[in-house]
Nanobody
Framework: QVQLVESGGGLVQAGGFLRLSCAAS????????MGWYRQAPGKQREFIAS???????NYSDSVKGRFTISRDNAKNTVYLQMNSLKPEDTAVYYC????????????????WGRGTQVTVSS
């Protein structure tokens, strides 16, 4: 069983930046595909970004050019650098993982973290 633990959320002003981290543990193998989703109050969960062990990356159009996903395979950790933050980026951000990229992209990955709150004030 894989556990995903997010950190790095918080309160930031519009235009600022935050860096989220997600550490995978509980298995000798970290998920091949990892990524981030977010959910704002009253809204559906939204795909943000994904990355495979071989560094194949996908972004949603809403964050492309502002957010950067990366991972350190040796540390079983994935990161989300969020720049030029906007109030509409306010949400709970969830780290996800699975063996295949398909489930990560379609919203049904096997593993989910508990989430970390990101609040962007205007």
């Amino acid at each position: 069983q894989v556990q995903l633990v997010e950190s790095g959320g918080g309160l930031v002003q519009a235009g600022g930046f935050l860096r989220l981290s997600c550490a995978a543990s509980g298995s000798i193998f970290s998920p091949n595909a990892m990524g981030w989703y977010r959910q704002a109050p009253g809204k559906q969960r939204e795909f943000i970004a994904s990355i495979t062990r071989s560094a194949i990356i996908n972004y949603s159009d809403s964050v492309k050019g502002r957010f950067t996903i990366s991972r350190d395979n040796a540390k079983n950790t994935v990161y989300l650098q969020m720049n030029s933050l906007k109030p509409e980026d306010t949400a709970v951000y969830y780290c996800v993982g699975d063996l295949t990229i398909g489930t990560v992209l379609t919203g049904s990955p096997r593993y989910w973290g508990r989430g970390t709150q990101v609040t962007v004030s205007s």
